[in-house]
């Protein structure tokens, strides 16, 4: 251990990647005897790097369980730029963390994974354990159910009439069209985008590419509703704001006058928190994270219970 600690301390800035193995090693042995590693503890990327190669030559000794609480302890000095850092590559903090052990790591990477999925798959599958990605999925499911329901409960929001009754074209023609607007713009963004079409490139028949299968279109990007269902929890003029209800209102030359364009607006805002109130359970936020200094464009709302965490039943 003195010789160990001596060459670790002499050595000069690593050069090569046996400078890497000795530090490693040396923290290695430094932990089994009680002693604190040298790890870095200002730049957090520096920090995770060294943490993580210590993590792979504790698991090729099984010593997981004695090497993973001194990784975690140290990574989680870091707080409030160790939750940054995971919000920024949670599938690898992911992993991280089921390397360590460490619960808080692993449910916070968890959260954030869970809300960008399927986005995160590549780097995840073959790459962790099974259960881990049972849980993924386990979770996208209870979210994508927790939505539908939500959805169903927005499509059915309604106005009413002095009277208590719900509006309709017959009753009131102007507040009927606030509804409608509202449903339309749901619509329109809680669904993926129609796939454009392509027509196929003309070719001549006696050209000798002519008969060659034509390259497969590319997968369309992820679609992930996250960010509306934020909007909707913000409400205000984070949608459907004055200028948007103006033009709609303009294509009704019979209806539009100032009078009329208030009262559309107010009613569109009553609408809109409805809404507010409805889809509050997914506005909750089980992150560590700081949402205050920027929101995120997916759900944070995926709860990560004790008994959740698989290495508990490895």
Request: charged share 25%; with cysteine; glycine share 4%.
């Amino acid at each position: 251990m003195t010789n160990f600690s001596t060459l670790h301390v002499t050595a000069s800035e690593p050069t090569d990647p046996d400078d890497d193995v000795f530090r490693d090693y040396d923290n290695l042995f430094k932990i089994f005897y009680n002693y604190a590693p040298s790890l870095d503890a200002m730049n957090i990327a520096n920090a995770y790097v060294e943490c993580k190669s210590l993590l792979q030559i504790a698991d090729m000794y099984d010593a997981l369980e004695v090497i993973g609480p001194r990784v975690d302890h140290h990574l989680l000095r870091f707080q409030g730029r160790l939750w940054k850092q995971i919000a920024k590559y949670p599938p690898s903090y992911l992993k991280f963390g089921h390397m360590a052990r460490s619960k808080a790591i692993f449910a916070e990477a968890m959260v954030h994974v869970v809300g960008q999925w399927p986005a995160g798959i590549n780097q995840l599958r073959g790459q962790i354990s099974e259960p881990v990605i049972e849980l993924i999925e386990d979770k996208v499911d209870e979210l994508d159910e927790l939505k539908a329901k939500i959805e169903v409960k927005l499509f059915r929001l309604s106005l009413t009439t002095s009277r208590g009754e719900r509006v309709s074209p017959s009753s009131n023609w102007l507040d009927w069209l606030a509804v409608s607007l509202f449903r339309q713009w749901l619509a329109e963004n809680t669904n993926p985008p129609p796939a454009p079409i392509l027509k196929p490139a003309s070719r001549s028949i006696t050209s000798p590419r002519a008969s060659e299968t034509p390259a497969p279109l590319p997968p369309p990007p992820t679609f992930n509703t996250g960010r509306i269902f934020r909007l909707l929890g913000q409400g205000g003029s984070s949608y459907l704001n004055h200028d948007e209800c103006k033009r709609f209102l303009r294509l009704s030359p019979d209806h539009y006058n100032r009078d009329n364009l208030r009262r559309f607006e107010r009613r569109i805002e009553e609408i809109k928190n409805k809404a507010k109130d409805t889809v509050k359970p997914l506005m909750r936020n089980f992150l560590e994270l700081d949402l205050r200094e920027g929101g995120l464009p997916y759900l944070t709302c995926t709860r990560i219970d004790p008994q959740d965490f698989p290495w508990d039943g490895e």
